[in-house]
């Protein structure tokens, strides 16, 4: 089979899977997302470190704390503007909660880990909670995708709406 056959059939499941004018729109909201989810996360870095000792317990509990207001600003965006479903409010907003839970976890896992890793290599040692907040918040956003568009909007056929 020809490369650039190849490349199509990759294209075109892609597109499937992720249709462009949605995923561009989960870019956007994702964008605003971020910068507000990592905004509450710095901010309650700073107000944390000075009350608790460990700087690992200050960065677990920041993350834990913002998750809740973070869920719920982007579940509104995600709702309205990317996926656009009509409905189910509490349920899909539960089920954000659930995608969310998971990265969550996995950033609660692997934050201590990250952390550690980066001591050795960034000098300044206050940089490392927000060094790695910032990079486990970049490695969820594929993760939060599919996981929003396969189990939190799943009611939502995919239409050619999507690819607008």
Known sequence: MPRRTILKNLLAQLAYHAPPGQVIRYLIVGGWNTLFGYGMYALLIYLLTPIIASDYLAAMVATILGTGISVTVAFIGHKLLVFRTKGNFLKEYLRSFVVYGGTLLMSLILLPLLMAVLKQFVTSHQL????????????????????HKHYTFATQAVTNNDSS
């Open 128 to 147: 490392v909670p927000y060094l790695a907040g910032a990079m486990l918040m970049a490695g969820s956003v594929v993760v939060n995708f599919f996981g």
